[in-house]
């Protein structure tokens, strides 16, 4: 696992940069968290990467790095669950010194309620390891549907610590997500929102291509509600990997 993991790292060396607070990454969209639940004994590796637009003054925000597990932990077809961990390195001591945060999430699919029910997910994310520095320590609740023709809408609400994402520190997360099979099964496009004029507000779209069944990578595009907090807008290329 060591040498696969230090070989996509270097095949994926990109410089990034988010927010700058720790933040550990459940299933997502292209940056709110999805419904999505990882499967009994499924292991997902990510690598998300964020660069800064523009930089400089006030508004700079340093480089990070996200290499993230997430593991699919309920054996259950209608109650699912996963949890995971993040290590992230930003280039500034205090930070780096504690790289470690984790994530958690129980859901159920659509339809498993009963017929056409929702999807539905609790969780949270962003639970470092310093204490008002980086324990954002997010927690929401989402429901989502699938349309025909339209594609699958979302919308939750989250709240966090008002001392590490600063003092608005809730806000609605919205959604919509759709595989682009009039071109290609492997095509998929989403945009999401998730509000607050706080560190991790921002509207995000993007587009995903799976190379393989376990393997796709997301291009996308970030715009801070708030970039005083926040810092510049960024563009975003995530690596996921399913094993098995």
């Not at 070989?7 to 700058?20: D, H, N, Q, V």
């Not at 925000?61 to 949890?83: C, H, I, M, S, W």
């Not at 205090?94 to 339809?111: M, V």
């Not at 539905?120 to 639970?127: E, R, S, V």
């Amino acid at each position: 696992m060591k040498r696969i993991i230090k070989s996509l790292i270097m095949a994926t060396a990109l410089t990034i940069a988010t927010t700058g607070i720790a933040m550990a990454t459940p299933s997502t969209q292209i940056w709110i968290p999805s419904t999505d639940v990882q499967a009994f004994k499924s292991l997902h590796l990510g690598i998300d990467n964020y660069t800064r637009t523009s930089s400089g003054g006030s508004d700079f925000r340093p480089n990070v790095y996200d290499l993230g597990l997430t593991a699919g932990v309920l054996p259950f077809e209608k109650v699912q669950a996963e949890v995971g961990v993040d290590y992230m390195t930003y280039g500034i001591n205090t930070l780096d010194s504690n790289p470690l945060s984790f994530n958690a999430k129980l859901g159920t699919p659509e339809d498993s309620l009963f017929s056409g029910s929702p999807a539905l997910a609790f969780g949270g994310y962003g639970f470092g390891t310093k204490k008002d520095l980086t324990d954002s320590n997010i927690v929401y609740g989402l429901a989502a549907k699938t349309l025909p023709v339209v594609g699958r809408l979302s919308a939750g609400y989250y709240v966090g610590n008002d001392k590490v994402i600063g003092d608005k520190n809730d806000g609605v997360l919205l959604s919509w997500d759709r595989t682009m099979s009039e071109i290609s099964d492997k095509l998929w496009v989403a945009a999401d929102y998730q509000g607050g004029d706080n560190t991790v507000g921002a509207f995000s779209f993007g587009a995903s291509w799976a190379f393989t069944k376990n393997v796709s990578v997301i291009l996308g595009y970030d715009i801070y509600n708030d970039q005083s907090m926040a810092g510049k807008n960024t563009f975003t290329t995530q690596l996921d990997i399913n094993f098995p």
